[in-house]
């Protein structure tokens, strides 16, 4: 056996080993994260935080930025306010959001493979929801300029819950409103707080990082972690062995 990123694999080829990373039920229900795993926003958004810290006279460190990933805008202000109480966060994180809208305006890249993806679950019938910490007005605005927002008939975003991820509201939501129940949902997603949100769920998470690389103590949490959706999609294609055409 050898160990990789994405889990433990046998070296023999013998068909009687089944590697770790193998599903074994299929999902009633696949739920996704938006940004960092459909759409390619993480480094915009942090490119924002840069700039409007500097526009503040304050430099944001790469630390600092990368601990923002995944998390809610009013948790990044908090984090900002608490480990900068130097500096005026209200200020920097309004200038962040007026530079975001900007960049989302001007239509922000897909990730490499989710189309493939989503029209594969389409095409097999498997019910879908977005769940996102993004307020609800930017979710749509986002899902709407990508064209993804006709994958989904449910969309669960930060505005819809009381606690963001890393708590489990989002996911739960998302479930009861496709009609399924937590554990038979498989969830997508790049960041810990939301491999965390769909754990403390009841879920199974997939696990897609985006720029911020699993720390030690989010990949002992034993959940499956693969470097894109394409190997995501492989992992997914023998639960429904029906319909593998799509490539």
Known sequence: ???????????????????????????????FDMDGLMIDSE???????R?????H???????????????????CYELLRTQRPEIDAMAI???????YHEKVEQGLPLKPG????LEWLSTVGVPRAVATSTRRERAEQKLGHSGLIRYFPVVVTGSDVTHPKPAPDIYLKAAGL??????????????????RAALAAGMT???????KPPSPEVRALGHRIVATLDEARALMQPLWPERQTIT
Do not use: N, Y
């Open 1 to 31: 056996m050898i160990w990789t990123a994405m889990g433990c694999w046998p070296t023999s080829g013998s068909a009687s080993v089944e590697s770790p990373m193998q599903i074994e039920f299929r999902p009633a229900a696949v739920l």
């Open 51 to 55: 700039e409007a810290g500097r526009l």
């Open 205 to 211: 998470p997939i696990q897609v990082p985006d720029m």
């Open 114 to 117: 989710i189309v493939p993806l």
């Open 43 to 49: 480094s915009a958004v942090m490119a924002c935080w």
């Open 93 to 99: 994180a309004l200038t962040t959001d007026r530079l």
């Open 178 to 195: 496709l009609g399924v129940a937590p554990a038979d949902c498989l969830v997508l997603e790049d960041s810990e707080p939301g491999v």
């Open 57 to 75: 006279g304050a430099e944001l460190g790469e630390e600092l930025l990368h601990a923002m990933v995944g998390l809610h805008e009013k948790l």
